[in-house]
């Protein structure tokens, strides 16, 4: 059975705290991908990776950075939490980069900024 | 500019009946299309999948149409059941891309 685990199912931070979340996947996949959801604008990707070490800005990179040191592995960063962030954050990954599969998400992590 | 747009944030519909949720597009490197279904509390789960070759894939009680010309996409699901109440999302690829753009997600509801 596939998996994609989050570390957290829920964090609660105070403002400008630097804030890590962290995401395993058990499938060997080497696209790894974080999302934020929020009401009304569905998912937005904030990074993703398609090997160890390689990253690239989704559409709303600003206030977070990435890192992947270990293919299962794929951990965002809050450099420094807004309020502005809190949100449904998720974690998935996919097979391969230029291959059209679907894509295994995580159970989420509800981040609260205080 | 939202690339993928589900037009109805809610649908409501009787058991047993069909429901059709839509999905619209606009750009057209876009060649896969693929419908996910959240439960609260949950990730996402992947539902079916239709590449820009097909028109259509039915997969059980569930089908996708793909017309092309018009940049859009619909998922039919019939006969209705009460836990297919979720929050569907449409998602779309540039194989080239590697990632999918995501649409905001209609609610269904299905009433017993």
């Known amino acids: 059975d596939v998996k994609v685990t989050q570390s957290s199912r829920y964090l609660v931070k105070r403002t400008g705290e630097k804030v890590f979340l962290e995401c395993v996947q058990d499938m060997d996949h080497e696209n790894m991908f974080w999302y934020r959801q929020d009401p009304g604008l569905g998912l937005r990707l904030i990074y993703f990776s398609y090997d160890v070490k390689m990253k690239e800005k989704g559409d709303i990179p600003e206030g977070y950075s990435v890192s992947r040191e270990k293919k299962e592995r794929f951990s965002l960063i809050l450099e420094s939490a807004s309020t502005n962030q809190t949100s449904m954050y998720l974690c998935a990954s996919s097979l391969s980069y230029r291959q059209n599969t679907e894509a295994f998400f995580g159970q989420g992590t509800r981040l609260t900024v205080v | 500019d939202q690339q993928v747009k589900q037009n109805s944030p809610s649908l409501s519909v009787q058991e047993g009946r069909i429901s059709i949720l839509n999905c619209d597009y606009t750009?057209?490197?876009?060649?896969?299309f693929l419908w996910y279904k959240k439960y609260p509390a949950e990730g996402p789960t992947f539902l079916i999948s239709i590449s820009s070759i097909k028109d259509k894939n039915e997969d059980g009680r569930f089908t996708v149409f793909l017309n092309k010309s018009a940049k859009h996409l619909s998922l039919h699901i019939v006969p209705s059941q009460p836990g297919d109440s979720a929050v569907y999302f449409c998602?779309?690829?540039?194989?080239?891309?590697?990632?999918?753009?995501f649409g905001d997600g209609t609610t269904l509801t299905v009433k017993p």
């Open positions: 998602a779309a690829s540039d194989t080239n891309a590697g990632k999918s753009t």
């Open positions: 750009n057209s490197m876009f060649d896969y």
